[in-house]
């Protein structure tokens, strides 16, 4: 039962993993060149930084970002040259 239960959770955190990995896909851009990416629900500043190439606290600085956890939908950030 207890097993059952573990393999479970372990299986909704790969599937959350993979859903994360396809919602966060970055534009393709010319090198040095600024893209905008529009926030999903779901998104975290961390996350998008990773598939863009570029420093999370760059990311923030680049977006007037004090708090890396207080992102929103809709929310249109710019990515730092890369």
Do not use: E, F, H
């Not at 959770?9 to 396809?22: E, N, Q, S, Y």
């Not at 393709?28 to 190439?53: E, F, K, M, W």
């Not at 606290?57 to 929310?75: C, E, F, K, V």
């Amino acid at each position: 039962m207890v097993k059952s239960k573990v393999v479970a959770g372990l299986v909704a955190a790969v599937l959350a993993l993979l859903v994360v990995g396809t919602i966060v896909t970055p534009a393709r851009a010319a090198p040095n060149q600024r893209t905008v990416y529009i926030v999903r629900a779901g998104d975290a500043l961390y996350s998008i930084a990773r598939a863009y190439g570029v420093d999370v606290w760059a990311l923030a600085s680049a977006n007037g970002i004090a708090n890396p956890d207080r992102i929103y939908a809709g929310q249109r950030l710019v990515t730092p040259k890369g």
